[in-house]
């Protein structure tokens, strides 16, 4: 079993960055693929990115590629997603999740773990 705790929400201006961190903690880090999801007021969570268990691979909601980047430090038991550029409509808890096995997937559903969330909130 694997604990989550995510940092680095908070108020930014539009335009501006954020890095969110998921602190991992319980069996060894590498053994989970792991993902950034987010929920917005009224909304269902949505998919954000995700990261095999080595950081090789990595896929991201189209709309976001270009913005965020996923990563993963093993040795570190922390996975991270770097914001930049950003806008009132990425506004949202955003919440790290695991999944045991090396392959990372999109689908919130496939995932085991879950931390508590992070608010993010983008002013205009």
């Known amino acids: 079993q694997v604990q989550l705790v995510e940092s680095g929400g908070g108020l930014v201006q539009a335009g501006g960055s954020l890095r969110l961190s998921c602190a991992a903690s319980?069996?060894?880090?590498?053994?989970?693929?792991m993902g950034w999801f987010r929920q917005a007021p009224g909304k269902e969570r949505e998919f954000v990115a995700a990261?095999?268990?080595?950081?090789?691979?990595?896929y991201y909601k189209d709309s976001l590629k270009g913005r965020f980047t996923i990563s993963r430090d093993n040795a570190k038991n922390t996975m991270y997603l770097q914001m930049n550029s950003l806008k009132p409509e990425d506004t949202a808890v955003y919440y790290c999740?695991?999944?045991?096995?090396?392959?990372?997937?999109?689908?919130?559903?496939?995932?085991?773990?879950w931390g508590q969330g992070t608010q993010v909130t983008v002013s205009s």
């Open positions: 999740a695991a999944i045991e096995g090396r392959i990372a997937w999109t689908i919130a559903t496939m995932f085991d773990y």
């Open positions: 319980g069996r060894t880090f590498s053994s989970y693929a």
């Open positions: 990261i095999n268990w080595s950081g090789g691979s990595t």
